[in-house]
């Protein structure tokens, strides 16, 4: 019984912090919409939220990170566990892999028009695509054959990803299954143009 109820009081702490998380994000991105990034500030995020400004750092290193929700744990321990144990082919294990790391299709479109009104905030993105894109190799290069076909599927992965992120979002199937279809298209294309007589 003891342990049930320890179970319980962890899962409701676990809750507790994925919706403050969540929170701290919304408003982040809420204000920095409306005042621009120089106009808002952490303490006001706080205010709003309701919590300290030693408890925000606890979610987020900056306001930027908070606004466009960047997780200083790319994947989750629970993700990249998954991936691990995965059988059968690498690229469907790729994209679970991704697909738990991408944000709604509503979210995308606001921090897609927010990277765009708001330049200075491309520099953090940036540099946390930079970490991203080494803890995913690292993932894959555990299960790919070569470091070669470990780059190479990240490469196509990280292209149906760009690809997704500009289709329209009614398609309600799961995300690691748009992804998969995705790379086949873009697989598809690429044998065509390889494979076209070339004109003269």
């Not at 790319?74 to 991704?98: K, W």
């Not at 991408?102 to 970490?131: C, H, N, Y």
């Not at 760009?162 to 690429?190: K, N």
Request: include cysteine; charged fraction near 30%; glycine fraction near 4%.
């Amino acid at each position: 019984m003891n342990d049930q109820r320890a179970g319980e009081t962890s899962g409701l702490r676990e809750r507790k912090k994925k919706l403050r998380r969540e929170a701290l994000h919304e408003v982040a991105l809420r204000l920095v919409e409306k005042q621009g990034l120089d106009g808002t500030t952490v303490e006001q995020i706080c205010e709003e939220v309701g919590v300290s400004a030693r408890t925000f750092f606890n979610y987020f290193p900056s306001k930027t990170a908070a606004a466009l929700n960047l997780h200083e744990q790319i994947f989750s321990p629970e993700s990249v566990a998954r991936f691990r144990t995965a059988t059968g082919e690498l690229m469907p294990a790729i994209c679970e892999l991704l697909a738990d790391s991408m944000s709604s299709g509503v979210e995308r479109k606001r921090l897609k028009r927010l990277i765009a009104d708001q330049p200075q905030l491309v520099t953090e993105f940036t540099q946390w695509m930079g970490t991203f894109k080494v803890e995913f190799l690292a993932l894959v290069e555990e299960r790919a054959d070569s470091a070669e076909m470990a780059d190479a599927a990240i490469m196509l992965a990280l292209a149906a990803m760009r690809t997704l992120m500009h289709q329209p979002t009614t398609d309600a199937r799961p995300d690691a299954v748009r992804l998969l279809e995705t790379m086949d298209r873009l697989i598809g294309v690429r044998h065509a143009v390889m494979t076209e007589p070339q004109r003269r």
